[in-house]
């Protein structure tokens, strides 16, 4: 049954694993929540249809949870965000949704203890979209060799590359010490 739910969709109708991976992780549905064209009750409510779940509100607030609970704190970063913030000013950018940044400032306010935040949503554009690090770097007021960027995704480096922002694949705190 297992390899059957991985491949197809499951005997009642609902979506297989990687039908949920294509849609919810993958796909448009998750990138239209992200740049802001819909607002978390209608994504929560196309993500509540599309897994055939029932309309009541236990489920809108089971789903709203296991939508929002991904977060983990990674190893060294309350620590080295406090190191960063030393070296100059601390922006975050982030490809995020409105439900994901209340549930990070809820449960990690440390996280977002920057001197700005700035979500893809609220953009209406994706780190990736054309022209986002242009606009940051007419935002940040310096030189974009003068701004450094980490990201854990190759596509978000190279947009970033195209503005002449300087930048670090991030793997570990560790390694992102030796590029600072």
Known sequence: MARAAERGSLRDG????????????HGEFKSRFERGRCTPAEFIEELRDFLKWPKTQAST???TDIWCDIFDEFPGARDALEQLKLLGPVWILSDTDPLHIQWVS???????????VLTSYARGKLKSDLGVFEEIVQEAALPAENI???????KNIDAAHKASIS???FSTWENAWLEI
Do not use: G, K
């Open 14 to 25: 609902a979506p297989s694993r990687n039908d949920i991976r294509e849609h919810c992780i």
């Open 61 to 63: 607030a089971r789903l």
């Open 106 to 116: 809820r449960n990690f306010p440390w996280a977002l203890n920057v001197d700005r």
């Open 167 to 169: 930048t670090h694949l």
């Open 148 to 154: 450094l960027f980490f990201d854990d995704l190759q």
